[in-house]
């Protein structure tokens, strides 16, 4: 089926429908625009609040997108090395205690490669309703360092030296998190606010639900058992790997950013080099054909696209662009389904279809 304006609609509507997603939010942005937008579904089924889009989403791991764009902003400004040791950044010592004597370097966090390791008995019992009140750093301590809280020299690192495999890491992404406090001086919420969503116009995005109207907020939709089930809006001490809340139109303006250069309307966020660094290939994966630093890289109709994903419980999101043809989509949905990806991949197709014809 090759989707038009004019099917797009209704061929998103029955996916949502055979794959029990409650609510989406989609658009394609070319160069520094948006080119389509899509709309659908209910944000709030108990109360009939429809998706608009403006509605916000939790993105899930596409948190890690914007993670990794604070830290490299700080590698701009010459602030540290990608091959650096975090150790020499930190007020405490991160070890693998398989390996004490290898260190974990910058570019091991951005690639997922470091070792650490996510340990979900753990992990899942600290998501709670609302903002956890528990702060990057004392989590890190309790979950890295020995004889913290939540500390297991096995559980908590892998059995392989640092920097010799992929393994995904939410953790590592919280630990760039706390290097960006450590390095800035700011906490990682605030640094984010003042170097990135001030200057591209993401006003509604944040970090917490504090300070939210969480009725513009998409409600999270576990489908269990045949039924929708809500979920209160929840949140977790590693939230820079993914508990931002935005929205399309915000969203699209960090992909612009990836997409011309390093800029959002003459605003500059990032050096062109350090945006072509980040989409270069720097260890080969299964399921993708790398990834570089954050963002994953994969093979497409003959084209290498950059792409992240994320879930969380009732939430699925999809962002991908093609760095040369300078065309993005990104997908939010209030849903868990896998089938988010194959869809994501329809629209990209659209996306390209219109680029050829227009």
Partial sequence: MTLTPDNIGSFIEEQMSLFHIPGMAACVVKEDSLSWVGTYGYADLDKKIEVHDSTLFMI??????ITATALMTLYDKNAFRLDDEINDYLPFAIRNPNFSQTGITFEML???TSGVKDNWPKLMPLIVPGDSPIIIEEFLKDYLISGGAYYDGDANFHDWKPG???????????????????????SFDKYCREHLFDPLEMAKTSWFLQGMDVEDIAVPYPYEDGVFRAREHFGYPDYPAGQLRSNILELSHILTVYMQKGTYRNQHILDKKTVELMTTMKVPIPDAMGIGLCWFEHYFGGRSLWE???TDPGVRTEVLFDPIEKIGVIVLTNG?????TSITAEIFKFALSQHEEG
């Fill in 308 to 310: 992240h994903g994320g």
């Fill in 110 to 112: 951005l690639t997922h």
């Fill in 60 to 65: 899930a791991s596409v948190s890690k997108t």
């Fill in 336 to 340: 868990a389904d896998k089938a988010l």
């Fill in 164 to 186: 010799d495999k992929f393994s995904y890491s939410n953790i590592g992404f919280t630990t760039i998190g706390y290097l960006v406090e450590m390095i800035s001086g700011q």
